[in-house]
């Protein structure tokens, strides 16, 4: 995709996840990364795979510099779009635990990789494999994931892309 190749599978905790799909993240021209779903229990339904407790990861690869604090807005703005304002203001804390994760990154790189790994306790992250810190919360971390699956996704393409259309 765009020049990166995408894995047919991935090891995450401790299981074997399969590639469900992967599509390019592109605002207005620029194209910003490669994001890769795996799943324990691949399946092309968005909200199956935003409610299960199996093990799921969102790979982003990136494909510019980007400031974290960037991302990271980016991230907050896809959580407004597809999060209730009541489930929203109950999820602060782990919404804060999030910005804090990536802004202490500073810089990304092109080609660096960000790993959001879900589970039924909630998400951890990583970059280029070396663990930033987990959120254990999983009506977050299933809001998170709706950043790219939900109804109003970060970009229409890349869900379809990401459900292996």
Known sequence: VAGVAVAPEVQAQGQTLALVGAGLRSKFIVKVYVAALYAARPGRDARALIESPAPRRLRLQLLRDVDAATLDEALQE??????????LAAMQPSARRLTGLLTALGTLREGDVI?????????????????????????FARALLRVWLGDKPAQSSLKKALLGG
């Open 78 to 87: 896809g959580l407004r779009d597809n999060t209730a304002a009541n489930e």
């Open 115 to 139: 790993d959001l790994d879900f589970d039924a306790r909630g998400v951890e992250a990583a970059h280029g494999g070396k663990p930033l810190g987990r959120i254990d919360d999983p009506a």
